[in-house]
C-alpha cells in the first residue's frame, strides 16, 4: 500500500410515525477523506481510486398504509458529486437528485399489485463513468408488479 489518510464522517437517521397510517424517514451522510501518497512512493493513480466516495448523500421517504390494502410509498435522493480516476487524472460525475415512487394493492394474502417508478424527475442521470464512452445513463423506468405467495 502506498498511500496513508483518514476518513471521517457522520452518518444520521430518522423516523417519524406522523399518524397510524404514515410515517416519514430521513437519512444523512457526510463523508471526508484525506488520503494521500506516503512519502517516497508513488500511485498512478494519484489515490483516485482510493477517494471515489461522494462527501454527502441525503434521502427522504414517506410512507402511507390506505384503507382497502393500498399503499403509496415515496422516497426523494441527492447524491452529491462522485469523484472518479480516469488513468491517474480525477474528474466528476456531476450530483443528482431523483424521485422514486410506487402504489400498491394488496388484493389477498397471497396477491400483490405494484405500479412504480424509479428516477421519475429526469429522463436520465448519470451516475458513474468516466467522459466519453465508458459514462452511462441510469434511465427513468416505470414498471408494473404482480407477486404471487403460494
Known sequence: ??????????EANMSYQVM?????????NLLEEDIRIKEGKTDFNNTYNETADPKAQ???RSTFELPHSISINGAFRWVDELP???AGVRET??????????IGWQAS?????TVAGRNLLHKEHVEYGILGSTRQA???SVYLRLSMHL
Open 1 to 10: 500500500m502506498d498511500w496513508k489518510g483518514e476518513t471521517y464522517g457522520i
Open 20 to 28: 397510524s397510517w404514515w410515517q416519514l424517514s430521513t437519512n444523512i
Open 58 to 60: 441525503f434521502l427522504f
Open 84 to 86: 472518479i480516476n480516469n
Open 93 to 102: 460525475v456531476p450530483d443528482n437528485a431523483e424521485l422514486d415512487g410506487s
Open 109 to 113: 394474502n397471497k396477491l400483490r399489485l
Open 138 to 140: 441510469i434511465k427513468r
